[in-house]
């Protein structure tokens, strides 16, 4: 089967990151930007987000951007050895980022499965998937903020029924967009691009969600109509497919944010294997 990488990068909160096939045969000196026949960037295929950046900058990184390229090579090589040796336990690219800076020699974790499972990961030189603010850390709560999280955690301490559980534990959806954590890279991002001239639909391997995304200059649904993962409208500016995405529930909770978010989302084919993913999140 043939796959492809995500790669990301960019309330204001911007991330960068990156898609890609598993496998592909393909030489990037040959390669030209396959298009469907409308004449627009052909984004179909199977894709898998294997980048081990962190979304937030680590604190001992303090205001690092960037590695260089022999540092790069370094942590990919420490987690070589270190998920290669048959003692460590699985990990997600952010948990084997860690492990390969620190330099362990065995990864330990609760996961009582071994990293033998686990896909190849991928290292960049950047030192975490959000970009702005410069710091690659989401801003600090405010006191309100705080109070809030704080009842939230309570409330997992007094669980009454399945309402109390998030979306995850109950498998209806892992959000949008699926950045940082056990979902935010590895084996459980897996997903299938199907593309037509009117719609893409961005399928997950993994709870199985399926993005119908038309493309045009359809409006948005009402505002009285709010959805797990949602309402997304496409449209091209240029060679970049540019997906808005509102009217989230309040049940949605992306790091905080519901009913107020406002998600937009460029995927650009950057290369034969690679798909860059740039998001900017605004919840004011």
């Known amino acids: 089967m043939q796959s492809r990488h995500f790669g990301i990068s960019s309330l204001v909160l911007a991330f960068a990151a990156w898609l890609a096939p598993p496998a592909l045969g393909q030489g990037a000196d040959s390669w030209e930007l396959p298009r469907t026949p409308e004449g627009r960037p052909d984004l179909q295929g199977v894709w898998l987000n294997n980048v081990a950046t962190p979304l937030e900058r680590l604190p001992e990184l303090a205001d690092r951007s960037h590695f260089t390229r022999e540092e790069v090579a370094t942590l990919a090589a420490r987690a070589e050895r270190i998920f290669q040796n048959g003692r460590s336990a699985f990990a997600t690219p952010e948990s084997a980022f860690r492990a390969a800076l620190q330099n362990v020699e065995t990864y330990i974790a609760w996961s009582t499965s071994s990293s033998i499972g686990m896909v190849d990961v991928t290292f960049s030189d950047r030192t975490s998937l959000i970009v702005d603010p410069p710091d690659g850390r989401i801003p600090a709560l405010t006191p309100a903020a705080r109070r809030r ?84 409208r496409g449209r091209w500016e240029g060679d970049t497919l540019v997906v808005e995405t509102t009217n989230f529930s309040p049940k949605s909770h992306y790091r905080g944010a519901a009913e107020g978010l406002h998600l937009v989302e460029r995927f650009t084919r950057s290369g034969p294997d690679t798909l860059a993913y740039r998001v900017t999140l605004t919840d004011p």
């Not at 301490?157 to 959806?173: A, M, V």
């Not at 940082?180 to 590895?186: E, K, M, S, V, Y």
């Not at 009117?198 to 359809?218: V, Y």
């Open 149 to 232: 999280v704080a009842a939230v955690d309570r409330g997992w301490e007094f669980k009454t029924g399945p309402d109390d559980l998030n979306s995850i534990h109950r498998c209806i959806t892992t959000g949008v967009p699926r950045l940082g954590g056990n979902f935010g890279a590895g084996p459980y991002t897996f997903y299938q691009i199907v593309q037509t001239p009117t719609h893409l639909a961005f399928i997950s391997e993994a709870f199985h969600d399926a993005r119908i995304i038309p493309i045009g200059d359809q409006p948005h649904v009402s505002e009285e109509i709010r959805q797990w993962n949602g309402d997304s």
